[in-house]
C-alpha cells in the first residue's frame, strides 16, 4: 500500500505527462502483478463497490478525532473531498496505535481478524479486506476502519479513503496508463488499449492473463478503442488546406456507441466503455441483415415518428433498469452509423477512412437497413469552406450539433489525435441569467465560492434555470467570492443565497422542454461565457426568451 500511495501522491503533484508515465512505469516494474491488476483497475475506474456510506465514515472519523460533526461539516465544505477531509482530521498516532486505541475501538471479529491488518499490506491484501468488509456488521466495520486509518499516515488514509469511496480523480488517462505500460512490458499501445477495453474486473482475471498473454476468445465482444476528434481552431481553415482532401457529415448528438456482430451475437458498447447491449434490444434486430464479423462506430440516435429527436429523449431510456414495452415505443432508437472498424472479422482501421466508408455504404444500401434500424450518417463534400459554413448553419435545423471533418485517407487511431478528425461544432445559445446563489468549489478552488445557480425573469420574479461553475478566469471567481460573502442572504448548508445584482451571459449546447426543471426547460452542458458588467438585473432574459430556443 505505501508503494501504490507514494505513487498516487507523485501523479497528484505533477502535471507533466513525462513524468507521470515514468512513475507508473517505474511502479509497473516493481509492484506484484496483483497490485499491478488493481493498479490498472482502480485508475480506469473499475474499482470495488464502496463497503460503507458516507454517513457512518462521517461519523466514525469525528468519533475518533473527538470533533463535534459541524466542525466536521465545515472542514469538508473547506476542503471539498470527504477522503482528504477525514485523512485531515485523524489523529496523528502512526506510532502510538495502542494508546490511542485502548478503551475506544474493540478487536476486530474474526472475520476480519484473519485478514492481515499490518500497515506493511499490499495494495491487492487491502482491496480484497474492502471487499470482504461488505458482508460484515457495522460494529466490525467501524473498528476495521478505525483501526487502520490510526495505523496509516496521512497521504496512506487519503488513499485508503479514496478507494472506499470511489472517487479516484488524479488525471491520469488510459492513454496515459496505457504508454506506461507499453513501457514497462513492450506491448504495443494500441494492443494495450483494446486489451483494456470491455468489462473485465480484477476478481475475473489475471495481470497475466489481462495484459501479457493472447486470448483470442476473450475479444468476441470487446470493441476498439475510440477514435476522437479535436475541436477547430482559429485558423483551421488555412491549416487544414485543400477543402477536396476532407470529408464532412453532420456532428450528431446521441450516445457514441460501437455496435459488433460476431458469432452470431450483438454487443453495444457505450464511449464510457460500458457494455451496454440490454438497454437497446432494438439492434438485435442486426443479426438479420449484417453478417458476422462486423463492427459498426456511430451513434445512438431516438427516432420517434420516423425522425431524430434530441438528446432529452434518450434521457428517458439511460439510466433505467427496466424497459416498458411502453417506454420502448415512445423512445424508439436507432444507429446512425459513421465508420466501419471491421469486415468480415478483419480489423480495417487502418485502411483510408474512404475505403472504409465505401464499404459501409454498400452494406447499409444493399440490405434495407431502416427496417432494422441502422441508417448511414451521409458524407458531403464542398467546393469551399462558405459553403461548408452555410450547411454548418443548417445543423439545429437537423438535430446536430455541427459538423464532422475528417480526411479521407485517414486511418481509424486510438484516442484524441489532433489533424485528421475535427469537430465544428455550432455556436452555442447563449443567454443572459442573474446570479442568485453560490456554493463553494473543489479542489484547489475549495475556499471560493464558485459554483453558481442563476435565474430568469417570469412574471417579475427570479426563476432558477442553470447551474455553471466553469468560464471566469480565476480572478474574477476571486472578485465574485469576496462580493458574495459580503451580500450574502441566507446559508443553506453550503449554499449562500445572495442579493441578485450581477448578470452573466451563459452558453449551452442544447435546449429542451423538462418537467423536471422548475423552469419548465432542461439546458445541456452549461457554462459562463462572460460576466455582463454592463448589464442591470432589470435588463437580464426573461423565461419565454429561454423558451424561445427551444428548436420547433
Same mark, same amino acid.
Given at each position: 500500500?505505501?508503494?501504490?500511495?507514494?505513487?498516487?501522491?507523485?501523479?497528484?503533484?505533477?502535471?507533466?505527462?513525462?513524468?507521470?508515465?515514468?512513475?507508473?512505469?517505474?511502479?509497473?516494474?516493481?509492484?506484484?502483478?496483483?497490485?499491478?491488476?488493481?493498479?490498472?483497475?482502480?485508475?480506469?475506474?473499475?474499482?470495488?463497490?464502496?463497503?460503507?456510506?458516507?454517513?457512518?465514515?462521517?461519523?466514525?472519523?469525528?468519533?475518533?478525532?473527538?470533533?463535534?460533526?459541524?466542525?466536521?461539516?465545515?472542514?469538508?465544505?473547506?476542503?471539498?473531498?470527504?477522503?482528504?477531509?477525514?485523512?485531515?482530521?485523524?489523529?496523528?498516532?502512526?506510532?502510538?496505535?495502542?494508546?490511542?486505541?485502548? #478503551?475506544?475501538?474493540?478487536?476486530? !471479529?474474526?472475520?476480519?481478524?484473519?485478514?492481515?491488518?499490518?500497515?506493511?499490506?499490499?495494495?491487492?491484501?487491502?482491496?480484497?479486506?474492502?471487499?470482504?468488509?461488505?458482508?460484515?456488521?457495522?460494529?466490525?466495520?467501524?473498528?476495521?476502519?478505525?483501526?487502520?486509518?490510526?495505523?496509516?499516515?496521512?497521504?496512506?488514509?487519503?488513499?485508503?479513503?479514496?478507494?472506499?469511496?470511489? #472517487?479516484?480523480?488524479?488525471?491520469?488517462?488510459?492513454?496515459?496508463?496505457?504508454?506506461?505500460?507499453?513501457?514497462?512490458?513492450?506491448?504495443?499501445?494500441?494492443?494495450?488499449?483494446?486489451?483494456?477495453?470491455?468489462?473485465?474486473?480484477?476478481?475475473?482475471?489475471?495481470?497475466?492473463?489481462?495484459?501479457?498473454?493472447?486470448?483470442?476468445?476473450?475479444?468476441?465482444?470487446?470493441?476498439?478503442?475510440?477514435?476522437?476528434?479535436?475541436?477547430?481552431?482559429?485558423?483551421?481553415?488555412?491549416?487544414?488546406?485543400?477543402?477536396?482532401?476532407?470529408?464532412?457529415?453532420?456532428?450528431?448528438?446521441?450516445?457514441?456507441?460501437?455496435?459488433?456482430?460476431?458469432?452470431?451475437?450483438?454487443?453495444?458498447? !457505450?464511449?464510457?466503455?460500458?457494455?451496454?447491449?440490454?438497454?437497446?434490444?432494438?439492434?438485435?434486430?442486426?443479426?438479420?441483415?449484417?453478417?458476422?464479423?462486423?463492427?459498426?462506430?456511430?451513434?445512438?440516435?431516438?427516432?420517434?415518428?420516423?425522425?431524430?429527436?434530441?438528446?432529452?429523449?434518450?434521457?428517458?431510456?439511460?439510466?433505467?433498469?427496466?424497459?416498458?414495452?411502453?417506454?420502448?415505443?415512445? $423512445?424508439?432508437?436507432?444507429?446512425?452509423?459513421?465508420?466501419?472498424?471491421?469486415?468480415?472479422?478483419?480489423?480495417?482501421?487502418?485502411?483510408?477512412?474512404?475505403?472504409?466508408?465505401?464499404?459501409?455504404?454498400?452494406?447499409?444500401?444493399?440490405?434495407?437497413?431502416?427496417?432494422?434500424?441502422?441508417?448511414?450518417?451521409?458524407?458531403?463534400?464542398?467546393?469551399?469552406?462558405?459553403?461548408?459554413?452555410?450547411?454548418?448553419?443548417?445543423?439545429?435545423?437537423?438535430?446536430?450539433?455541427?459538423?464532422?471533418?475528417?480526411?479521407?485517407?485517414?486511418?481509424?487511431?486510438?484516442?484524441?489525435?489532433?489533424?485528421?478528425?475535427?469537430?465544428?461544432?455550432?455556436?452555442?445559445?447563449?443567454?443572459?441569467?442573474?446570479?442568485?446563489?453560490?456554493?463553494?468549489?473543489?479542489?484547489?478552488?475549495?475556499?471560493?465560492?464558485?459554483?453558481?445557480?442563476?435565474?430568469?425573469?417570469?412574471?417579475?420574479?427570479?426563476? $432558477?434555470?442553470?447551474?455553471?461553475?466553469?468560464?471566469?478566469?480565476?480572478?474574477?471567481?476571486?472578485?465574485?467570492?469576496?462580493?458574495?460573502?459580503?451580500? $450574502?442572504?441566507?446559508?443553506?448548508?453550503?449554499?449562500?443565497?445572495? $442579493?441578485?445584482?450581477?448578470?452573466?451571459?451563459?452558453?449551452?449546447?442544447?435546449?429542451?422542454?423538462?418537467?423536471?426543471?422548475?423552469?419548465?426547460?432542461?439546458?445541456?452542458?452549461?457554462?459562463?461565457?462572460?460576466?455582463?458588467?454592463?448589464?442591470?438585473?432589470?435588463?437580464?432574459?426573461?423565461?419565454?426568451?429561454?423558451?424561445?430556443?427551444?428548436?420547433?
Amino acid at each position: 500500500m505505501k508503494e501504490f500511495a507514494a505513487l498516487i501522491k507523485t501523479l497528484d503533484s505533477t502535471n507533466k505527462t513525462n513524468l507521470k508515465v515514468a512513475a507508473l512505469a517505474e511502479y509497473f516494474n516493481q509492484a506484484s502483478d496483483d497490485d499491478k491488476l488493481w493498479t490498472i483497475a482502480i485508475l480506469s475506474h473499475r474499482r470495488p463497490k464502496r463497503p460503507v456510506n458516507t454517513t457512518l465514515l462521517r461519523l466514525w472519523a469525528t468519533e475518533i478525532s473527538g470533533i463535534p460533526s459541524w466542525l466536521f461539516e465545515e472542514s469538508y465544505h473547506i476542503v471539498g473531498d470527504l477522503a482528504e477531509t477525514i485523512a485531515l482530521i485523524l489523529p496523528k498516532t502512526e506510532n502510538t496505535l495502542t494508546a490511542a486505541l485502548e #478503551g475506544e475501538v474493540r478487536s476486530v !471479529s474474526q472475520s476480519v481478524t484473519q485478514l492481515n491488518t499490518q500497515n506493511e499490506k499490499s495494495l491487492s491484501t487491502y482491496i480484497q479486506e474492502i471487499i470482504t468488509l461488505r458482508t460484515l456488521a457495522e460494529e466490525e466495520k467501524k473498528n476495521y476502519l478505525q483501526e487502520n486509518w490510526l495505523a496509516m499516515s496521512y497521504f496512506e488514509r487519503f488513499v485508503f479513503n479514496k478507494i472506499i469511496t470511489g #472517487g479516484f480523480r488524479i488525471g491520469v488517462s488510459q492513454k496515459l496508463m496505457t504508454r506506461a505500460l507499453s513501457k514497462s512490458t513492450g506491448i504495443d499501445e494500441d494492443i494495450l488499449a483494446y486489451k483494456l477495453m470491455g468489462d473485465w474486473t480484477p476478481e475475473k482475471t489475471t495481470y497475466q492473463k489481462l495484459i501479457l498473454e493472447e486470448n483470442p476468445e476473450d475479444y468476441l465482444s470487446k470493441p476498439y478503442p475510440f477514435y476522437l476528434a479535436y475541436a477547430v481552431e482559429d485558423n483551421f481553415k488555412e491549416e487544414l488546406g485543400d477543402i477536396g482532401n476532407w470529408s464532412f457529415e453532420h456532428k450528431w448528438d446521441g450516445i457514441r456507441s460501437q455496435v459488433i456482430i460476431r458469432n452470431d451475437d450483438v454487443f453495444v458498447w !457505450s464511449r464510457g466503455e460500458e457494455l451496454v447491449t440490454d438497454k437497446y434490444p432494438e439492434f438485435q434486430r442486426f443479426l438479420s441483415k449484417i453478417p458476422n464479423g462486423t463492427v459498426l462506430d456511430g451513434e445512438i440516435l431516438p427516432f420517434g415518428n420516423n425522425e431524430i429527436g434530441n438528446f432529452n429523449d434518450l434521457q428517458t431510456r439511460i439510466g433505467r433498469k427496466n424497459l416498458t414495452k411502453k417506454l420502448l415505443e415512445k $423512445t424508439p432508437v436507432i444507429l446512425n452509423a459513421y465508420d466501419l472498424l471491421e469486415w468480415e472479422g478483419k480489423d480495417i482501421r487502418k485502411r483510408p477512412f474512404s475505403e472504409r466508408r465505401k464499404i459501409l455504404d454498400t452494406l447499409i444500401s444493399e440490405c434495407d437497413c431502416d427496417e432494422i434500424g441502422l441508417y448511414l450518417s451521409a458524407t458531403m463534400e464542398f467546393q469551399n469552406w462558405e459553403a461548408a459554413a452555410k450547411e454548418r448553419k443548417m445543423a439545429r435545423e437537423k438535430r446536430s450539433e455541427g459538423l464532422m471533418i475528417k480526411r479521407k485517407d485517414s486511418p481509424y487511431l486510438v484516442g484524441r489525435k489532433k489533424g485528421d478528425w475535427w469537430k465544428w461544432k455550432t455556436d452555442p445559445f447563449t443567454i443572459d441569467g442573474v446570479l442568485t446563489y453560490a456554493m463553494r468549489g473543489h479542489g484547489r478552488r475549495a475556499n471560493l465560492y464558485t459554483d453558481y445557480t442563476f435565474g430568469l425573469w417570469d412574471k417579475g420574479e427570479l426563476v $432558477t434555470f442553470a447551474k455553471a461553475y466553469s468560464g471566469l478566469t480565476d480572478a474574477e471567481f476571486r472578485q465574485v467570492d469576496a462580493w458574495i460573502k459580503k451580500n $450574502t442572504l441566507e446559508r443553506f448548508g453550503p449554499v449562500r443565497s445572495v $442579493t441578485p445584482h450581477h448578470v452573466f451571459e451563459i452558453a449551452f449546447e442544447g435546449i429542451a422542454e423538462s418537467s423536471r426543471h422548475k423552469s419548465g426547460v432542461a439546458t445541456r452542458f452549461p457554462r459562463i461565457l462572460r460576466w455582463r458588467k454592463d448589464k442591470p438585473i432589470e435588463e437580464a432574459n426573461t423565461l419565454d426568451d429561454l423558451r424561445a430556443l427551444i428548436p420547433k
